[in-house]
């Protein structure tokens, strides 16, 4: 092969190994971006849909466990019109119960706090605040996610092809597995448990 021959080879080499360097740097800025650094997927999870505690709501009351029994007594007391019952069970259709998810929220599969807990708030804002479905639907939404984290980030890892239970989380129905008198939420060395917070006395902490 002559000089000019050779020269023009090895411009033609650069030339490519210049085109395959800028392809595989496009492929790689058209990806998918870096979890935040530290975090596996069910904490990035957690992260992005789960409020803490005294996160503002729409209603005027931050989150907190606290406010169940409030809540509970909401329900105990506050008698809704078959109009405001309506406006409750159409917000409440569409949320599966966490503790029971082939119940809608609406009903539930028993008369637990967790669900009383629902109940009552949802009867305070459709009778006190004018709350419409889709308020109600919101409201009732963000305390659900609160109170149950665990049942909430494992349905978003299954939804993205993710088992779950690599991390200590279960959609597991609490219901049917003996966790009726657990608290809402608590982590143990095993994983991630949800409960319903007890069927009479409330229950939101794990007693030793």
Not at 130 to 146: P, R
Request: some cysteine; aromatic content about 10%.
């Amino acid at each position: 092969m002559t000089f000019e021959g050779r020269t023009a080879l090895g411009i033609l080499q650069g030339v490519c190994f210049l085109l395959i360097l800028v392809s595989g740097m496009m492929l790689v800025g058209c990806g998918e971006p870096p979890e935040e650094e530290g975090l596996n997927p069910a904490d990035q999870v957690w992260v992005e849909i789960i409020p803490e505690e005294g996160t503002a709501t729409g209603y005027g009351i931050l989150l907190a466990l606290e406010n169940t029994q409030q809540f509970i007594d909401w329900y105990n007391s506050i008698a809704l019109s078959a109009e405001e019952q309506a406006i409750r069970d159409d917000a409440l259709d569409s949320l599966a119960a966490p503790c029971c998810e082939e119940y809608p929220m609406s009903s539930c599969c028993c008369v637990c706090n967790l669900a009383r807990s629902v109940w009552g708030l949802s009867a305070y804002l459709i009778t006190e605040k004018g709350y419409e479905v889709g308020q109600v639907q919101e409201a009732s939404s963000q305390w659900l996610h609160f109170i149950r984290p665990d049942y909430y980030v494992a349905s978003a890892l299954e939804e993205e092809g993710i088992n779950p239970r690599r991390f200590g989380f279960t959609t597991e129905d609490s219901c049917y597995v003996g966790r009726c008198n657990l608290p809402f939420y608590s982590r143990t060395s095993s994983g991630h448990l949800g409960g319903c917070g007890g069927m009479e006395e409330l229950v939101l902490v794990e007693m030793s």
